[in-house]
């Protein structure tokens, strides 16, 4: 598996997200504490077809970590992309990781 270089950690304000261009495609990169952990899901909220998952609320539900999004309010686990609300409109979650201050998002 190749990782493609996003940004450096410290672009990213804790507890928030931004978006970066992966091979193409959107994703939305969140970074939920302090800790240099960030998890990857794509960016395009599937109930409306907006390109805006990365401007989501963070949120934690049963120990697992969440995005709200923007519009509606639909939560998308961040570990694996699953829509709480209806698992049909799940969304396609990446592998990231932080090597040496750098975020890294697998292609």
């Known amino acids: 598996m190749s990782f493609e270089k996003v940004c450096q950690i410290n672009d990213i304000v804790p507890g928030t997200g931004v978006c970066a261009l992966v ?3 959107q994703v939305a990169v969140f970074r939920p504490s302090q800790e240099p952990q960030v998890f990857a899901i794509s960016n395009t909220d599937p109930f409306y077809q907006s390109n805006v998952l990365s401007r989501g609320l963070i949120c934690e539900h049963k120990g697992e970590l969440w995005v709200a999004s923007p519009l509606k309010k639909q939560r998308f686990n961040l570990a694996s992309g699953v829509c709480m609300e209806d698992a049909g409109f799940s ?3 990446y592998s990231a990781r932080v090597k ?4 890294e998002i697998a292609a």
């Open 23 to 25: 091979n193409g495609e």
């Open 91 to 93: 969304v396609k979650s």
């Open 100 to 103: 040496n201050g750098v975020v």
